[in-house]
Nanobody, 118 residues
Framework: QVNLVESGGGLVQAGGSLRLSCLAS????????MAWFRQAPGKEREFVAT????????SYADSVKGRFTISRDNAKNTVYLQMNSLKPEDTAVYYC???????????WGQGTQVTVSS
């Protein structure tokens, strides 16, 4: 029903910036919220940031507050994650997640690799 495709990952030095994008296609009306998660090698997937589609309310993990910003473009069906002041600890595969009013399941993208060197 919904396809999510992330892009924008890559290799960056500590202190640098990246902007991730997640493009949703298919049955994209009725968005409840979209979010970003990440998973480092040997670690469980962890929450990064979320944005509510109706209210634009945002929430962030403590580890990224003040450095990351989540935003959306309704016309493009796209959610972004602006990542500034990157640290080696931010190295992970970043996943886009979406939830819709008409379905109880979560939809996930394939992930994009972010590597931060010291």
């Amino acid at each position: 029903q919904v396809n999510l495709v992330e892009s924008g990952g890559g290799l960056v030095q500590a202190g640098g910036s990246l902007r991730l994008s997640c493009l949703a296609s298919g049955r994209t009306f009725g968005t409840y919220y979209m979010a970003w998660f990440r998973q480092a090698p040997g670690k469980e997937r962890e929450f990064v940031a979320t944005i509510n589609w109706s209210t634009s309310y945002t929430s962030y993990a403590d580890s990224v507050k003040g450095r990351f910003t989540i935003s959306r473009d309704n016309a493009k069906n796209t959610v972004y994650l602006q990542m500034n002041s990157l640290k080696p600890e931010d190295t992970a595969v970043y996943y886009c997640k979406a939830r819709y009013d008409w379905d109880d399941q979560d939809y996930w993208g394939q992930g994009t690799q972010v590597t931060v060197s010291s």
